[in-house]
């Protein structure tokens, strides 16, 4: 066969390449054959392609993009590798078949189009393969059925540990946020537990039976960030996937998409996001078409927003467009009332995970803890209560080993001690003083003051018979608290 330059558009030079009667061969023996220029336009097929396709006439299918006809050709792929594809499965609606596709290059060994042939599902030597291949993909679409399903969130507000102040006004907010099918800026440092807020959100909001997508726009480059969001067909860039790929949008349509650390976003993806929230439409790396989405963005930052837009970091009208609904996320140390709770339910986690008997915080542990500004919020406490729980030899959680990790850069300023004196001691003063207060607000029950502390009755009359703790001279002073 001679090979001819191919000029589209028209189907006459393409056609010429090929020999009439082997046309007619390919009409006569196989299912279907096709035939598209350097653009991937169709400019040949044989009528019976044509009609398993749906078309009435096979000229309706001429200088037609060939995915027009065939949503997930991989002719396109070809015509851009230059490199055949000899055998291949496709599934078009319930029949299966196996295909070949070859590139068509001219006299310079120019790509100029491709050829590809539809054999019949009853071809007998490869029915084995087909068939496998059937039971693979039933497979592999029951999975991706179950990864789908399993993009639900993993959190509700009853995950939320606190009962302060600060804790409660966040909840409040974040409730109001589920009813409101609006965007929403958490704001607040790392690990304060944005993303689980985020969760929650979603659980409780009338999309909860749709997907939940997370993207930390931080931990991807900058270079892969478009493919992230909006997703990209096949061939679109170096290293793309074979068959393309969704985005994070399309992935969350219908549903929530969570976008962490949104300040760190560059100039130019911001004026693409913008207009995503302005339009609901995405257009996929690689492709000229828009598709609708239906998305509700909560979009998270540890950063000033504000600050960034003074500086020219970050677009004013993103911002606007985000700062719908904002919720501030309090810091740990502006929590210092649920600390006791979050300790207990952390170190409840780490026993799960580790199967370690759960360690249980004395109060000079809790105290210690209380007084630190945890720069880390909780990421940082449950950090250091790992360690803890791995340095401990009993059920007790010492406040001498948690001492010995924490940062001596952020070392604890202790309440101010009589005289000072060593570490024990210093750690002793400051757990007789925790006791006596916490016995002082029970008015003296020592019940109630033992669940305050987090620790048996028992154990509270053994430390206030310590001698280490309470001298015989302070005995006076407890005497009229303790009932």
């Known amino acids: ?7 589209p558009p028209g189907p006459a030079p393409l056609c010429q390449s090929l020999q009439h009667g082997l046309l007619e061969l390919f009409e006569q023996q196989f299912v279907g054959a096709l035939l598209v220029d350097r653009e ?102 029951r999975v991706r059925r179950d990864n789908a399903g ?64 997370g993207l930390n726009v931080a931990a991807v480059p900058e270079t892969l960030l478009e493919a992230e969001f ?21 992935l969350a349509d219908g549903g929530t998409l969570f976008l962490d650390e949104i300040g760190d976003m560059s100039l130019p993806m911001q004026a693409k996001l913008l207009r995503v929230l302005q339009e609901q439409e995405i257009e996929p790396l690689g492709s000229n078409r828009l598709l609708h989405i239906d998305v509700r963005v909560i979009a998270a930052t540890s950063r000033d927003l504000r600050a960034l837009v003074d500086a020219g970091l970050f677009r004013a009208d993103l911002f606007y467009r985000l700062n719908v609904l904002p919720i501030r996320l309090p810091p740990l140390r502006e929590r210092s009332e649920d600390l006791p709770a979050l300790v207990d339910s952390l170190l409840a986690q780490i026993a799960d995970r580790t199967g370690l008997p759960q360690r249980k915080p004395g109060a000079a542990a809790l105290a210690l803890l209380a007084a630190y500004p945890w720069p880390g919020n909780i990421r940082e406490l449950r950090n250091v209560l790992e360690q803890a729980v791995m ?26 001690l009589a005289g000072g004196g060593t570490l024990a001691q210093q750690l002793a003063e400051t757990e007789r003083r925790v006791i006596s207060e916490t016995l002082a607000l029970a008015g003296g029950n020592k019940t109630e003051a033992a669940r305050a502390l987090g620790i048996s009755r028992a154990t509270l009359y053994e430390k206030l018979a310590d001698p280490r703790l309470f001298p015989a001279q302070t005995g006076p002073s407890l005497a009229g608290l303790v009932r």
């Open 1 to 7: 066969m001679e090979e001819t330059e191919l000029n």
């Open 40 to 141: 991937a336009r169709v400019q040949w097929i044989t009528a019976r392609y044509a009609a398993l396709l749906g078309l009435d006439d096979p000229a309706g299918a001429l200088n037609r993009p060939v995915e027009d006809i065939l949503p997930h050709s991989r002719m396109r792929e070809v015509v851009q590798s230059g490199e055949p594809i000899v055998l291949d499965f496709m599934n078009y609606k319930q029949h299966h078949f196996v295909v070949s596709r070859f590139p068509l290059q001219d006299g310079d060994g120019q790509v100029v189009g491709a050829f590809g042939i539809l054999l019949s599902e009853r071809w007998q030597p490869l029915k084995p393969l087909v068939d496998k291949l059937s039971q693979l993909q039933e497979t592999l679409d």
């Open 150 to 213: 399993s993009r639900r969130a993993r959190y509700g507000f009853d995950d939320i540990i606190g009962a302060g102040a600060a804790c409660r006004d966040m909840q409040r907010l974040g409730q109001r946020a589920a009813a409101l099918d609006t965007t929403v800026l958490l704001l607040g440092e790392t690990g304060t537990g944005k993303e689980l807020l985020a969760n929650a959100i979603h659980a409780a909001s009338p999309r909860r039976q749709k997907p939940f997508v």
């Open 230 to 250: 909006f997703g990209a067909v096949a061939g679109a860039y170096t290293g793309a996937e074979r068959k393309g790929r969704d985005g994070k949008f399309k």
């Open 391 to 416: 340095l401990s030899d009993g059920v007790a959680l010492d406040a001498p080993v948690l001492q010995r990790i924490l940062p001596v850069a952020a070392a604890v300023d202790p309440p101010p």
